[in-house]
């Protein structure tokens, strides 16, 4: 029986779903091709997962999609991290120091002694008396330093004129030394370390003998105490909630506290440890820009705390990564504690003297104003005059081209007469830097 064609209006529709089979059909094949050359490309160059897509869609779209792959950071921390202008320039042969002293009422005098004894014209100063001091008391101290010709001459003390109200046991003594440091990055930031003292510290070698010691340690360091056994500093510290009137008084009072408690950050690992530290440029540029929030964060926390000066620092630090591993567990100081349970200083005198000079620390406290210790330190150690700065190159070469104009000449700052403190200072740093546990010991 002979076949009949099918009639027209069937051709029409098979037609009408032919066309859409064959198409899908035809895209479905490039899909499924473009996946299988990315796969096999990735197999070659080891592209990952997310690649295959970009590659599929690549083919289909005929647009330029960059790579996953490449040297240059993802993430905006990590550029801002590796761009630091300071780590780009090499160390220069002799480190520059930033210090911050401060004090509060009736420190003014000590505070200036404190000063002439640490005077170097390579480093940089902040001066800092508190609001609790009179204002007679503070423009004393800002007219003292302004009408001296070394200290004008060189330009490197700053007095800060807006005082902060400073309570210790609050956070206002972290803002306040935050604020000082962020004046030293703004004026001649070209630093290597932020050390931070009161006018109750005192040195215990000169700033010749300290710059030459430091001078092949490397500048990435920071000398932080620090411990993450917290101990009965949990229950009392970290878990009460406090508040320092000195972050909105113009009265100094003491802190106080509310009935409500908070438990234990998981945020972040709490450390304690000295309030008193010698903090890399690096590290002090991390605290205050702060690029992935952490110090803000932890800044945060700390303005409940009691005592935060001997925690925010020290949290900061080893709960960063790219940090953790700078710490020396040592803060470069004498002190003399109460035992138990080591809250308070004792007042250091010359009892203390042969213990402070067997410790190889550069810097000691607590001291008493004007205390008979201190000219005992300036005669033996220092070899300094009442008032007078410490014997060194650079005072040698000021007093021997002192004009009647009093145009102070020193041609090179950075000429170094390292004494017996030098070497007891690289006994320390000997000690503290080729440990063979060093590098297991940092934030533990």
Known sequence: METQPPPPYQLQRRTKWMVPLLTSFFLASLVISASLFAFSSSSISSFSSASLSQQALLLLSFSQIPSTVSDEPLFVESKLLSSSPHDAVPPRPVPRLAYLISGSAGDGRSLRRTLRALYHPNNQYVVHLDLEAPASERLEVAAAIRNDPVYSRFGNVRVIDRANMVTYRGPTMVTNTLHAASVLLKERGDWDWFIN????????????????????????????????????????????????????????????????????????????GSAWMMLSHQFIEFCLWGWDNLPRTILMYYANYISSPEGYFQTVICNAPEFRNTTVNNDLHFIAWDNPPQQHPHLLTLEDFSKMVISNAPFARKFGRNDTVLDKIDKELLGRDLDGFVPSKWYDALKMNISDDLLYQVRNVTELRPGPGAERLKVLMSRLLSSDSFNETHCI
């Open 197 to 272: 003292l009161s006018a109750s510290d005192y040195p215990l070698v000169t700033q010749d003998d300290l710059l030459y010691a430091l001078s092949s340690v490397p500048r990435e360091l920071n000398f932080i105490e620090h411990t993450s056994d917290i101990g009965w500093k949990e229950h009392f510290r970290a878990k009460p909630i406090i508040i320092d009137p000195g972050l909105y008084s113009l009265q100094k009072t003491d802190v106080f506290w509310i009935t409500e408690k908070r438990t234990v950050p998981t945020a972040f690992k709490l450390f304690i």
